[in-house]
Each structure stands twice: as C-alpha cells, then as structure tokens.
C-alpha cells in the first residue's frame, strides 16, 4: 500500500478502503497461484453456478437469455444474454458443450461489463503519473499515440492493482479497468486504449484471474500473428489428433459442411495460442457466407483449440441472429463476393499443416506468472472490479503493461 511514510514524502493519499480491499484480494490471489491446473471439472458445476447467477443477473440488468443454438443447424449450445443499458455492447454470447455452460457464459461476460461499468468512487482517486512516480515504461505500450509524454502532468482517475508477481500495489489509470464507453468519454479518459481484453468473471477471484491472464496472452500472440510473415502459411497446424474434445466438435460440425482451419499464434511464453477460422464448405448458397472467427490461450493445446472452435461457431450463431449492435451489412456478404471467395481458399485449400506442439506446461498460476514476467510481457497487474458473494461471482481486470495491444491493430 502507499503508507503514511509515502504521503509524507508528497505522493497522494490512498483511500483506506481501497488499501484494505487490495490486501484482502492479495492474500487470495497468492492462496490460488500455486493450486494445481488439472483439477478435473464437476459435472453438475455449471448448472449449480447458473443457478446461483440467476437472481443476480436479473438486478445487474440482463433481461433476457435466449439460446441461439436453433438459429444454426450444428447443435451445439450458443446463448446470448441481453443488456439494454449496457454502455458498449449490449449483446454478450455464450458457447459450451451443454447449455447450462452457454448459459453461465453469457451471464459472465454480462457481468463483466456490469462490474466494470459501476466501479465505486471510493475505489479510485485523483492524481497525476508524476505524483505517483509512475515508471516512464510501464504504460508506454497501453497509450494511445497522441498522449506522448505531456499526460503524465495530468490529473486522473487511477485505483489499485496488485502486482501478482511481488503482492505490491501498483496504481493503474481506471480508463485501463472500466469499461464506461460513452460519447463523451468519462472525465480524465482519451489517453490509453479502450479495450475488455483481460476483464473476466468467474466464480472465484483465483479463476477470474486466470482467464483474465489467458485472454491477455492470446492476444499478444494474435497481435504478433498480425505482424509475422507468412503466418497463414507457416503456422497452420492439422486438426486431428489434438484431443477428444476436439475430434467431438469436427464429427458434429463435420456432417453439416462446416471447415475449420487452425493456425499456431506465436507467444512469447510458449502457451499454445490458438487462432481458427470456420465456414461453410458446401456448394449450396450458405447460411452465413463469410468466416467466422475465433482465437483462444489455454495451458494445453487441447483447450486452446476447442475453446478458439467454439468462439468461432458462437460467432457464426450471434451473426446469423443479427442482434449484435455492432454488426453492419457489411458482416452479410454473398458467397460470390470476392472477399468470400479469398476466406474460402485460406480455410479449404489443402496446404502443409503441422502440430502445435507445447514446450512450456505449466502446473500451477505460479509458473504461468513467472514465464510472463521472464519473457517481458510484465509485470502483471490484477485489479478486483467488483463481486458478489452470494452469487459466488468475481470480476478482475488483468493487464499485461508489456504486452502488444491488440485492439489498435484491428
């Protein structure tokens, strides 16, 4: 914390409630970095997670969970949880091998943008980066071009991260943790990127965390697949023998003509980042002409592929409902159209596909954290946004200072 010896030397004073939220949030994150990764799933997790979630989301503002799983002709579950006052999107999907999973997705990634949107003021205070003796480094990455180096004699927002690594808090600018996108912005933003990468809920602060922390890797690697020539050729790996959740998800998409491409993100930490494409194969007029997409981090290689698989066909099933608010015409191409024609040849086209084979295997956070801070993408910064302890929910906003931003590039 910034102690009483801190302010005396002139560096702004931290409110105490802040100070004691950090600390609790510290010792718990430190409790759950060294637990096991393998612990095998409950079957009955999601169902008795959703309905714990349920009362909550109805007073954080979602109205309405519709599955979306019939739109499509695949079968497998997508839900989309509805937002109407949401302050970005207010559509959030949901996807899973049952519907109960689907279900607790969409909740969770609405409750993200709940958390995110209502931080107390209590949590924040006002400063500038040279009060707070902010490294000249440690943002540099995260700052849009036009704030140079005159921001840092500004006033801002900021609350408290933990630096995971050490336990120390660290002050981050809250434009880096909320997620108010409003036109006008909030007082005190315009200077960093706008972004959700690394905000997550789960129904605990450790596994928040670790999603947070995944999502942040994967999209260094995407931003990095961006920049790497001939990454479409030389990354693209075979989609059999990865594992059984994957092989279950290539026989049910199979027989409905829909292909799959999978290419090998670059990362730093060597975590198996995962990067598919999926469309309809067919020679009938399809469904949904155009690609969708999908992109996932996971500890095995596995996980990666079949969470990134079903990202994808979500996506194809929140087009094909047309509900999302920031989805244009321009999302609804023909197949004949050109840009079709090019997505299909990427995806079909036979060409020499490896394996991701993953030389890092971590067995606890710990490691995870560890290898993040060697390879330089550090330090990682953890903020608790927000929970509910009677709905067992936790939200955590994670940041990578020395990741790639992934948002500018797109």
Request: a negative charge.
């Amino acid at each position: 914390m910034l102690s009483d010896a801190d302010t005396a030397e002139g560096l702004p004073p931290v409110p105490p409630a802040i100070d004691g939220r950090i600390a609790d949030f510290r010792d718990e994150l430190a409790a759950g970095l060294r637990q096991p990764l393998d612990t095998p799933a409950d079957p009955g997790a999601a169902e008795a997670c959703f309905r714990r979630l349920l009362p909550f989301s109805r007073r954080a503002g979602i109205t309405r969970l519709a599955d979306l799983t019939g739109l499509d002709r695949l079968g497998l579950p997508v839900v989309q949880a509805i937002q109407p006052a949401a302050l970005s999107e207010v559509t959030s999907l949901g996807r899973g091998l049952t519907l109960m999973e689907a279900a607790v997705g969409a909740i969770m990634e609405g409750l993200e943008r709940f958390f995110a949107e209502r931080i107390p003021s209590s949590d924040c205070f006002l400063a500038t980066a040279d009060e707070l003796r902010i490294d000249a480094a440690l943002l540099e990455n995260l700052l849009l071009p036009h704030a140079g180096t005159a921001w840092r004699s500004l006033p801002i927002p900021w609350t408290l991260a933990v630096d995971v690594a050490s336990g120390a808090p660290q002050p981050v600018p809250l434009e880096l943790v909320h997620t108010c996108y409003t036109d006008p912005e909030p007082q005190g933003d315009g200077l960093f990127v706008r972004t959700t990468t690394g905000l997550a809920c789960h129904s605990t602060a450790r596994d928040a965390f670790a999603h947070g922390l995944l999502e942040c890797i994967e999209r260094d690697a995407i931003a990095r697949a961006f920049t790497t020539h001939g990454f479409f050729d030389r990354r693209r790996i075979a989609t059999s023998h990865i594992g059984p959740t994957v092989e279950h998800i290539l026989s049910v998409t199979r027989t409905q003509g829909i292909a799959f491409a999978l290419w090998h993100a670059p990362s730093p930490t060597d975590l198996p980042v995962i990067w598919c494409q999926a469309i309809e194969a067919g020679a009938a007029e399809p469904t949904l002409a155009l690609p969708t997409e999908g992109h996932s981090a996971g500890f095995t290689v596995e996980t990666a592929a079949a969470s990134a698989m079903l990202e994808a066909l979500s996506a194809r099933a929140g087009a094909i409902s047309g509900a999302r608010d920031d989805q244009t015409r321009e999302h609804y191409r023909k197949s004949t159209d050109p840009l079709v024609a090019d997505a299909r040849r990427l995806i079909l086209e036979a060409t020499a596909a490896g394996t991701a084979a993953s030389p890092f295997a971590p067995t606890c956070l710990r490691d995870v954290v560890d290898r993040v801070a060697a390879c330089g993408l550090g330090p990682v910064l953890a903020v608790p946004v927000g929970a509910d302890a009677e709905a067992g929910v936790a939200c955590v906003r994670t940041i990578l200072a020395g990741a790639r931003p992934f948002s500018i590039l797109r």
